[in-house]
């Protein structure tokens, strides 16, 4: 914190266009963090959302038939104090037991866009956080098998709610029907296998089946999944297929963390380390923002990279992204020394 408040004061000439007399002071910018409630910057983002929703909703997976199309994940984040419980056993030595959180997200994938974020503690089970979904009818829901809550999908099918997952490796199914079984080579990959299940759940204490669509599928690599879905209208290929796109909010969390330095918090309060996450969430939907706008082909790392490089600049963020290549005018005659010389002047 004192290196940002620092560095803020060398450029004290810019701050008023933020509205700024002056750099902040650490204790002043520590303060804030811990006061300000990390729900004013929890509806910064939804409210951001609702506004480039229609910007960024132009762009859509054609080999997907779902209008609504969701992936459903979480990401765990180390602190390095118990200001919110950790995951893991206590450690036996006489070190301390790191703390951490997890950002639960709902990703449009059609949008690459975050629709639905909460912050918990890292101890907390992922499953529990799918009740605070609220998907629309003829939606379709994509979550890997640590979501397995076989209530929770008997619900989402009485709504009409579509969703893929991979089923749980010790998990009790029982086999009703084979609807389609293939014997693949080993080069081949694909579906090779349909099967019509039940899953025994309890719903208040009393007993009832869920019935699902199983689908076995071989990757590329020789590797072998089990999906399970509700939906027994689109074909087996598709449901791997909408499985792979599961791959896009690991995407969206490796993009926060590898760009916006999330292995580091600017405070020790719970309520400062929310504000920083919420935050992060901000300044990636908007650099979203600025990748569409400026049409640019670029990767996600250098448009952050520039845009942080040129942040406080006067400059228009969409021609650095798209105008960062082009030449410039090269002066033919100086009176000032060369490079050169000037870099041996120092010593």
Known sequence: MGEVCD??????GKLNYLNMDCSPAKSTAGDALRDRSEELFKLYYFALIAYFRPLLSVSRKKDVSFEEFYAFDSSTFTLFSEVMKGVGRNRKDDGKKKGGLKVHMLTDIHADTAVFATISEAKMHDKKFLAHLNPAKGSMLVFDKAYNFYQQFADWTREGVNFVCRLKDNAKAQLQEVLFEKNLTKEEFGVYKIGHIHLEYKREKKPETLCLRLVYYKDEKG???????NNWEITPEEVALIYKYHWTIELTFKKLKQNFQLHFFYSETENGIKTQIWCTLIAHLLLNVVRVLSESKKAFS???????????SHLNLTWVVTEGRRAYTKRTKSRNKSPANVQMSLF
Do not use: V
């Open 302 to 312: 250098t448009i952050a990279a520039l845009i942080r490089i040129h942040l406080i």
């Open 223 to 229: 590797r072998k999944y089990k999906f399970i879905t």
């Open 7 to 12: 560095s803020m004061r060398a450029l004290e």
